[in-house]
């Protein structure tokens, strides 16, 4: 097992994501306890000293099965994280009650890692409104006493909402959960993002690392290339390969369903295989190619919102379709968008054209937009 050095802790570089637990006849809500406990014994016989979970995984029960898997082993055995639910509006006024139930349910008298949980569009103004809600307050309060460990966020915002959340509480966050990969290096900004908490000294941690899966396998002239440069690596080891060859990831999360999902990553991280220059230029080639399909070319020129008559921010609007139409719907377009005014939103669009007479891309916007709204329902 690779480890990495945080704060004087050897920290596997493989993390034990717990969102993908082992299920019974496919319901989220119901974990196959029996195959997650098992797969925590291979974890903790291979070295993995590193459990994520979170209050919402699994309707509410990772954080309960996850306790009993880690309560047989000796609490300095293992580091344990989890996060506070503030991706849910309802939760906002409960950091106190949540934060109690979370040591029951785990069976712990502190956290080793805490997190806030999905900094975004929706939720920054709440986590930054600390006299309203006091969540700052009272994480900042745990950590002094003890029951948190190690304090840090994760992060689905764009870099915008990720500034926002550094100007106010980066002083005071020890790591920065992000979705990364060798696609969302552009994609999602990435690059940009890791490179705003080096300026901060903040380590990465990544969630997301094959996004969803669609990084264990590619299309046969993709897997093709890739072999010609490491003919006996398996395809989902280049995601893991590009994320260890970047120097402030520290800690790799992997949601793994089963126990061979579970080998063959314990396979990949027996050996810390950083991409070389040619290596990274074929696989970040293949990325763009990817990403070229099902969505649109835009390069945030901006010459299109200084002449709509809605003031729409277009580009913006643009990125977040393209992140729609390339992952097949998901949360974070949605996300995003629920904290726009209407007024704001696609559907505001009146198809008025004016936009594509100046776009260098020649991007049907109005067309795209519509598509947008009725993706979107």
């Not at 989220?28 to 925590?40: H, K, N, W």
């Not at 590009?242 to 050996?271: H, Y």
Request: net charge negative.
């Amino acid at each position: 097992m690779i480890y990495r050095d945080f704060h004087g802790m050897k920290l596997s570089a493989l993390g034990f994501g717990a969102m993908r637990l082992p299920v019974i006849d496919g319901d989220d809500g119901r974990i196959d306890e029996a195959a997650a406990l098992r797969m925590v014994d291979t974890a903790m016989q291979n070295g993995i000293n590193y459990y994520d979970t979170a209050w919402g995984y699994h309707g509410e029960n990772s954080e309960l099965v996850m306790g009993k898997a880690l309560a047989r082993y000796p609490r300095d055995s293992f580091y344990v994280a989890t996060k506070f639910p503030g991706y849910d509006a309802s939760n906002w006024g409960k950091v106190e009650e949540i934060f109690e139930r979370q040591l029951k349910k785990l069976g712990v008298e502190y956290f080793d890692f805490y997190l806030f949980h999905n900094v975004c569009e929706m939720n920054i103004d709440a986590y930054l409104d600390d006299e309203k809600y006091g969540i700052y307050s009272y994480l900042m309060k745990q950590k002094q006493n003890g029951r948190i460990r190690h304090l840090g966020f994760s992060c689905h915002g764009n870099m915008p909402v990720l500034q926002r959340f550094l100007d106010a509480y980066g002083s005071d966050m020890e790591f920065c959960q992000l979705q990364l990969n060798y696609l969302d290096w552009t994609f999602q900004n990435g690059r940009e993002k890791v490179a705003l908490l080096d300026q901060q000294n903040i380590p990465v941690w990544v969630m997301e690392p094959l996004r969803g899966g669609r990084l264990a396998k590619l299309d046969s002239g993709y897997e093709a290339q890739l072999k010609e440069f490491r003919p006996d690596e398996e395809i989902p080891a280049w995601a893991f390969r590009f994320l260890q060859s970047i120097p402030s990831v520290t800690v790799i999360l992997s949601g793994m369903s089963n126990e061979e999902q579970l080998e063959k990553n314990l396979v990949t991280f027996a050996e810390d295989k950083k991409l070389n220059e040619a290596e990274m230029k074929a696989l970040l080639g293949i990325a763009e190619k990817m990403l070229s399909k099902g969505t649109v070319p835009c390069t945030a020129c901006h010459y299109c919102v200084s002449h709509c008559p809605q003031e729409l921010d277009i580009p913006a609007l643009l990125a977040l379709y393209n992140e729609h139409a390339y992952t097949g719907g998901g949360f974070i377009a949605p996300m995003a968008l629920s904290a726009l005014p209407e007024e704001k939103r696609p559907q505001a669009c009146l198809q008025c054209r004016s936009c594509e007479q100046v776009c260098p891309q020649q991007i049907k916007i109005s067309e795209v937009l519509a598509d947008f709204s009725a993706k979107l329902g």
